[in-house]
């Protein structure tokens, strides 16, 4: 069996172990063995291969890896969705208690309750959307 193509199978099942522990050095070590099975391909003899991997395995891990983990541990900052209309004000349509009640939140019109089940918010305030429920939106008085 030629050694580009061994190469590439190494590269192959690293990256395949990589996609099931998402650790992030495997998918280094992939990319280190696909770059080794191209200089085998040339025709690098396999001390060479050998050397060339373990540079590159190496340089990978140690410089690629960390900015790799950064990116992938980024929190998400943009909410999207129903999530995104948490925090927003609303307007209240129809009086809304524990039980029932309507507001308008960017044009379009929600099923409401009261976050706090003792309040009864009269029509015409303005509220904070606090929490979403299925289809209900739950709503607190703007002070």
Do not use: C, N
Not at 21 to 39: H, K, R
Not at 54 to 67: K, N, S, Y
């Amino acid at each position: 069996m030629d050694p580009w193509l061994i190469w590439l199978i190494v590269a192959a099942v690293l990256a395949v172990v990589e996609i099931f522990t998402l650790t992030a050095a495997l998918g280094m070590l992939s990319v280190a063995a696909l770059a080794t099975a191209g200089l085998a391909g040339v025709g690098l003899s396999a001390p060479l291969q050998l050397l060339a991997y373990a540079v590159l395995a190496a340089a990978t891990v140690i410089f690629v890896r960390p900015v790799a983990l950064r990116h992938l541990r980024k929190p998400q900052t943009a909410r999207f969705g129903v999530d995104a209309l948490i925090g927003k004000p609303a307007f209240v349509v129809s009086e809304v208690s524990d039980t029932d009640g309507r507001v308008r939140i960017d044009g379009d019109e929600w099923t409401a309750r009261s976050y706090d089940e003792t309040l009864v918010i009269s029509a015409g305030a303005t509220v904070d959307v606090m929490e979403i429920r299925g289809a209900t939106v739950l709503v607190y008085p703007r002070e």
